[in-house]
């Protein structure tokens, strides 16, 4: 299929030079390649700029209302297992007032694939600080910087029992287009968190790794069975330490030649690594702008890629598996069959 | 004699509603009209013995039964804080407070029969007796007939060769309670031994035990010649004679249900008559976790039912399953339906069907959990941002219940909007004599659909010429579309902020909940004894009828009850405008008399309202409109 079959009639209304344009079309290449006829997707979406995104794809669509299209989701997902089903989201959506569900959804492992643009801002609302704007940021609701702790993204994924996590960036379209198709495939709740630039309110958020120069020393892209290798000239790589004290372990950069070097396995159950994985760098976006931060901090590559990627069963297979096996063993399957089961006499 | 009140009462552990039900059911089966009241605490087990645990259950038996009773004539009372609370009702927490009929639970004439083991001086500290002798100090006046039993002792007695242990022999002492009851009322063993078994099948090795139990409290009855006489009521409905218009052979089936369940075979009945999915999305909360407890049972119907994660998820989940196609039905009480709000104005705006089932409870905040009020209608008309009219319609007996359960899922699926049903805990829990009605004979349920030549057209503005939106849902092939909580175009149903498009689309909205006036019945005037007289005229809705009704014959005057709320039946104001006085009577401050006011400014309203979180006393009804 072409990616011109899922765009639909709308002009886009994103701001020009919004990170959301090119997730647009990098839903729009995914949503091709995989194949699925327009008729049988389900996008749906709560409130921000990102869940705009309904309007511009060809498929069936939902706008919600602010932080419930997860909830919105799982209920289109659960009774019609058949649709492929996205879920369009922002940090705000997604993380503050759409959080209960955002957990629940993760911890049923709905076969939903979640969008969830990060852009550490509420854009539409025209700028306010969200819950993964750094500390100390100042924004018009925090004209003095913002004395709230972020979350991690990848964090609120793996504890509440993720099974798949993936992180891209809106100038890395090949990635996102993977992490998009990848998501797909995997059968439970898959959240893609796509790193996007607000051009308005945040610009040059995601500048530590988007910028051209940096990106390759500052990222490193994941890749399932392959080792893990980053620098502009691919002269690093990942390893894993154990503080000989506290048995904690950790990631740290090695030559890429150094044979510790560690091989990618997004299948491995244990979440262990994954988290140390797509918390990498992440201490940056803490406090401040990473680029403001002093050496030493943060000096490990942000992991984009599909990081997580294991099996387990879904809860909408689940729940239907159970109503097939129900009523393969009732006697009762019509309302005239039920109410001939009760205690009743006659008169 | 024709009818007669029981109520069951006892610490909340005494299983005094396991008794009542099976009390109330025999007594149905054996061809009486009931309905029941479950009066019980909102904590699961208030420390035993004391007058915030006691639990009770109150059924009305005999014929044309329209409560479940102001005041009892027969009272069991299992423990000296159940005697207390039942006699003194509501003034039970006054220290100096005697017994006075205004405010007992029982008639001055009333059957008590009283477990005298239970009425140790630790049990009267308990209860916050003050000297020893209870009924003294409780000023019970001679004309209530005490019956002193030692239930614990005879019960011990009874199961003293079963080799239980003591704590699982006084689990038992109910059975010899009802056993004595069915004696008072002459009911037949067999049947009562049957219907044990089948409230027992799940724990057969407590089968034995109970009947025996219940069998020797029968016996007791009968030969010690209980210085009280029995009971004869003459059957509402006897066997094998019912008149019917409906059933071929003019016989009828009958079961005892309560509202909730009867609340939610509506849906699964409305879901197979629709050829729909069913799918309920909903979060526990008293008094409405029966509803989601039964279509989570009822997974041999082919119910989805998801416990969601708030109440928010579950009208969530719900609006999900409605845009992917589904019959959706979310269940809640009135803190619920506060949360779900915003969501419900979502498929107002969307224009998707919905029910919305209100299984209202005391309020403010938690408020009575466990008690009745009528206090959400306002909230279910209103309660909502920006111009929002839903339908609103009202259950008024635990057996219609199920229709009305029927109705909310027709008028949501062939007018594309959400239908917020009101019950309440008097009528959720509460059972009834209900017919059973075969799929067949139920009304048709025509859900809206899409015409053909709309393919590659379609978008989810376009109306039918009731005003009602086509609906088009993942999977339909050319119709691919996308739905908005924002305000759409009239005519491409696209994102629109044009003003007078905003104007046009709440008028559109509005029009639609209207013409559903065409498709529901008539207000129908109850008439009471003095027929044609247009002179005082009681109006109601909800679960209110029983009382009414009984009130309206007492005082030979003109009923009307209301099942539906918004839209009004369109003989409303004709009806209403032919009465010199119209008597607004519900269980909140006059949320329905405000609500006619401003439909009929025209009329003169009165009002009586009850807010004690207790169904109406008939009594206290007939007082008010005679005296003023």
Redesign the interface.
């Known amino acids: 299929m072409e990616a011109s079959q899922f765009k639909?009639d709308?002009y886009v209304r994103f701001c020009p030079g919004c990170g959301d344009h090119a997730i647009c079309m990098a839903l729009q290449k995914a949503m091709a390649q995989i194949g699925i006829?327009?008729?049988?997707?389900?996008v749906?979406s709560g409130i921000g700029c990102s869940s705009r995104m309904?309007?511009y794809l060809?498929?069936?669509?939902?706008?919600?209302?602010h932080g419930?299209g997860g909830?919105?989701?799982?209920?289109?997902?659960?009774?019609?297992p058949?649709?492929t089903v996205w879920q369009m989201s922002g940090d705000g959506d997604c993380l503050a007032i759409g959080g209960?569900?955002f957990i629940?959804e993760i911890r049923r492992n709905v076969d939903l694939n979640v969008c969830m643009f990060n852009n550490r801002i509420y854009g539409l609302t025209k700028g306010q600080y969200s819950p993964t704007s750094p500390k100390g940021f100042v924004s018009k609701s925090s004209p003095f910087g913002t004395v709230e702790r972020p979350f991690v993204p990848a964090q609120l994924v793996l504890g509440a029992g993720g099974t798949f996590f993936a992180r891209t960036l809106d100038v890395d379209m090949p990635t996102t287009v993977d992490c998009l198709v990848a998501a797909q495939q995997h059968k439970g709740c898959s959240i893609v968190e796509c790193l996007v630039n607000c051009v308005i309110f945040n610009n040059g958020t995601h500048a530590w790794i988007a910028d051209r120069e940096q990106r390759a020393e500052h990222s490193i892209i994941l890749k399932h069975g392959e080792k893990m290798i980053f620098g502009a000239n691919k002269d690093k790589g990942l390893a894993v330490e154990i503080d000989p004290q506290t048995f904690v372990p950790k990631i740290v950069v090695v030559p890429a030649d150094d044979p510790r070097v560690l091989t990618h396995d997004a299948t491995q159950t244990d979440p262990t690594l994954h988290r140390l994985l797509a918390l990498m760098g992440q201490d940056r976006y803490l406090e401040a702008y990473p680029q403001d931060l002093p050496e030493g901090k943060g000096d490990l590559p942000v992991a984009l890629g599909v990081i997580r990627n294991v099996e387990a069963e879904t809860y909408n297979d689940a729940?239907n598996q159970?109503?097939a096996e129900?009523?393969e063993k009732?006697k009762?399957?019509?309302?005239?069959e039920?109410?001939a089961t009760?205690?009743?006499?006659?008169? | 004699m024709k009818n007669i009140v029981v109520r069951f009462c006892g610490d909340s552990g005494d299983g005094m509603q396991l008794t009542g039900n099976m009390f109330a059911q025999l007594a149905a089966e054996m061809g009486h009209e009931i309905s029941t009241l479950p009066d019980f605490p909102a904590e699961i087990r208030a420390p035993q013995g004391t007058l915030g645990g006691v639990s009770a259950f109150q059924v009305e038996l005999g014929s044309e039964v329209y409560t479940s009773g102001d005041k009892a004539d027969v009272v069991v009372a299992m423990n000296a804080a159940a005697l207390k609370v039942c006699a003194l009702g509501s003034h039970f927490n006054h220290p100096q407070a005697h017994f006075d009929e205004e405010f007992s639970l029982f008639h001055k004439h009333a059957v008590v029969i009283v477990d005298t083991d239970s009425l140790t001086d630790k049990d009267l500290e308990k209860a916050q007796y003050h000297t020893d002798n209870p009924f003294t100090e409780l000023g019970l006046p001679e004309s209530v007939q005490i019956v002193p039993v030692a239930l614990t002792t005879l019960t011990k007695e009874a199961l003293k060769e079963s080799g239980m242990d003591n704590k699982s022999v006084l689990k038992c002492r109910n059975m010899f309670a009802l056993g004595l009851i069915y004696w008072l009322f002459d009911e037949p063993m067999e049947k009562a031994i049957h219907l044990l078994e089948e409230k027992f099948k799940k724990k057969p090795a407590l089968v034995a035990p109970n009947t025996k139990v219940m069998v020797d409290g029968y016996n007791y009855g009968q030969n010690l010649a209980l210085n009280v006489n029995q009971i004869h009521l003459s059957p509402a409905l006897s066997h094998g004679e019912g008149a019917s218009s409906l059933g071929g052979d003019g016989r009828e089936t009958f079961t005892s249900i309560a509202g909730n369940k009867a609340t939610a075979w509506g849906l699964i009945a409305a879901a197979e008559k629709a050829g729909k999915k069913l799918f309920l999305g909903s979060y526990p909360i008293t008094p409405a976790t029966d509803i989601l407890h039964e279509l989570a049972a009822r997974k041999d119907m082919n119910v989805m039912a998801v416990q969601a994660e708030d109440e928010i998820a579950g009208v969530c989940t719900a609006i999900g399953a409605a845009f992917a196609g589904d019959l959706a039905c979310t269940s809640t009480s009135g803190p619920g339906l506060s949360l779900k709000s915003e969501a419900i104005g979502l498929a107002v705006m969307a224009e998707l069907p919905l029910v919305v089932i209100d299984v209202q409870r005391g309020g403010p905040s938690t408020g009575l959990p466990t008690k009745t009020e009528q206090t959400d209608l306002l909230q279910a008309l209103y309660g909502r941002n920006g111009e929002c009219p839903a339908v609103v319609i009202a259950a008024s007996s635990s057996a219609n219940c199920f229709d009305f359960a029927y109705e909310a899922c027709r008028i949501a699926l062939e007018n594309m909007t959400p239908v917020i049903l009101l019950t309440d805990t008097y009528l959720a829990n509460g059972t009834a004599l209900w017919r059973i009605p075969k799929l067949a004979e139920l009304p048709a349920i025509t859900p809206q659909s899409v015409p053909e030549e709309l393919k590659g057209h379609y978008n989810p503005a376009l109306r039918d010429e009731r005003g009602v939106r086509y609906w088009a849902y993942p999977g339909m092939e050319g119709y691919e579309h996308r739905n908005i909580g924002l305000e759409r175009d009239a005519t491409k149903g696209t994102i629109s902020t044009n003003p007078e498009n905003h104007e046009q689309m709440v008028l559109a909205r509005k029009k639609k909940i209207e013409q559903i006036a065409n498709s529901i019945p008539e207000l129908n005037v109850i008439n009471g004894k003095a027929q044609g007289t247009k002179d005082i005229l009681l109006v109601g809705w909800g679960s209110t009828e029983g009382h009414l009704h009984a009130a309206a014959n007492e005082i030979g005057c003109d009923l009307a009850h209301f099942n539906y709320i918004c839209p009004l039946p369109k003989n409303t104001r004709e009806v209403l405008s032919q009465y010199k006085r119209i008597i607004v009577c519900e269980l909140n401050t006059g949320q329905f008399a405000a609500y006619l006011r401003a439909q009929f400014p025209e009329l003169k309203i009165e009002q009586y309202n009850e807010i004690q979180g207790q169904p109406f006393a008939v009594e206290r009804i007939v007082k008010f409109v005679q005296q003023n």
Do not use: C
């Open positions: 639909s709308q006829a327009p008729h049988e997707v389900a749906i309904p309007h060809n498929t069936y669509g939902f706008n919600t209302i419930r909830a919105i989701a799982t209920g289109v997902k659960t009774s019609h058949e649709l209960n569900h629940h729940v159970q109503i129900v009523r009732a009762a399957k019509t309302f005239d039920l109410t009760l205690e009743q006499w006659t008169m």
